[in-house]
């Protein structure tokens, strides 16, 4: 058995494709690197896929698929997995190899366990390269570092702390016997990839190293503002996914996880309201009154808590100038963290 399956989505991904790949060979020998061409016809992402599968032959992998989006790449790569954990690295991102050195030895003692670690943890950095800036994304004040623990251990995240893709690397079979599919043709699925399993966990450590580099600056990147706006139907979707997996409180079994999961998705309708109102259109305004009451439908309680929270009770509130209030306040949040 691997010790780790690495997913790499790739979608026309030629130019920057080999940084990564060159970034997880790093790793060691007992890893498996899967590289999923998504379809790619604009550059030559195949080829060179095969090429680095036929150098690599016992640690490489290309798989071809017709276009089917990031989430149908991370479920084709989690189908071809063998390693015993299982992680996503986007193809414009890279991991850091001494991090990784730290990493990889925890991981190699879990080969061995028949109770592995369900979940571990590692710090990532938001790299805006064309800025020359990087700030740095850690849980040393959630989490104990160095040994494993359970939930119920757990501290209080901060304002701007989640657990994104970035920073999670899930026991491959936990994935698998839960069922874990991400839809297809949409953006922004990360957030299911990390959400959704959280309270299938009983078992995680973290190790307060800067792991996973995350590239910032592209302007066709799903992060990119503009992008955002014009993609909001999937960030909707997404969240009423979200919504419908987990049943809160009822289908978290302690009480840190569901408080945590609850505000993940306090952020993920803040997200939805914040740029339906950049929108600025009517049927923007219907859009994000429906989303608030599909919540509201599907969960009241925890309706009315997220909505009375000052995030959301920020970012909603009525007339223009709430509005305005609204986004502005989004722009300090932006300039303080540095998420995109």
Not at 21 to 49: F, Q, R
Not at 57 to 81: F, K, Y
Not at 268 to 282: K, P, V, Y
């Amino acid at each position: 058995m691997k010790t780790i399956s690495f997913a790499v989505p790739c979608y026309n991904s030629a130019d920057y494709m080999d940084k990564c790949i060159e970034s997880i060979l790093k790793c060691g020998d007992d890893i498996e690197i899967i590289i999923v061409d998504d379809g790619s016809t604009k550059d030559d992402t195949p080829a060179k896929a095969d090429v680095w599968a036929a150098t690599h032959p016992d640690i490489i992998r290309a798989v071809h698929q017709e276009n089917g989006g990031h989430g149908q790449a991370v479920n084709t790569g989690l189908a071809h997995a063998s390693g015993r954990y299982f992680k996503v690295v986007d193809s414009d991102d890279w991991l850091d190899e001494l991090a990784m050195h730290e990493i990889m030895g925890y991981l190699r003692t879990q080969v061995v366990r028949e109770a592995a670690t369900d979940l571990v943890i590692g710090n990532y950095v938001y790299e805006k390269v064309h800025e020359n800036t990087r700030t740095v994304m850690h849980y040393r004040n959630v989490f104990p570092e160095g040994r494993e623990f359970d939930w119920s251990e757990v501290g209080s995240f901060g304002q701007s702390q989640y657990l994104l893709m970035h920073s999670v690397i899930y026991r491959t079979e936990l994935l698998r016997d839960m069922g874990l599919e991400l839809p297809k043709h949409t953006f922004y699925v990360d957030n299911i990839f990390v959400y959704v399993p959280l309270p299938k966990v009983q078992s995680i450590y973290y190790r307060d190293v800067d792991m996973y580099r995350y590239f910032i600056g592209r302007e066709d990147q799903s992060v990119n503002e503009s992008v955002m706006i014009g993609r909001i139907d999937q960030q909707l979707r997404v969240t009423r996914l979200m919504i419908d997996a987990v049943r809160l409180p009822d289908g978290v079994p302690e009480k840190r996880l569901e408080r945590y999961m609850e505000n993940y998705l306090s952020m993920m309708m803040c997200i939805c309201s914040i740029f339906l109102r950049m929108t600025d259109t009517d049927d923007a305004e219907d859009e994000r009154e429906a989303v608030w009451e599909y919540l509201k439908a599907h969960n009241p309680d925890v309706y009315r808590r997220i909505r009375r929270s000052v995030l959301n009770a920020s970012t909603n509130l009525p007339t223009e100038l709430g509005r305005r209030i609204g986004i502005t306040g989004y722009r300090m949040a932006q300039r303080i963290f540095k998420f995109n």
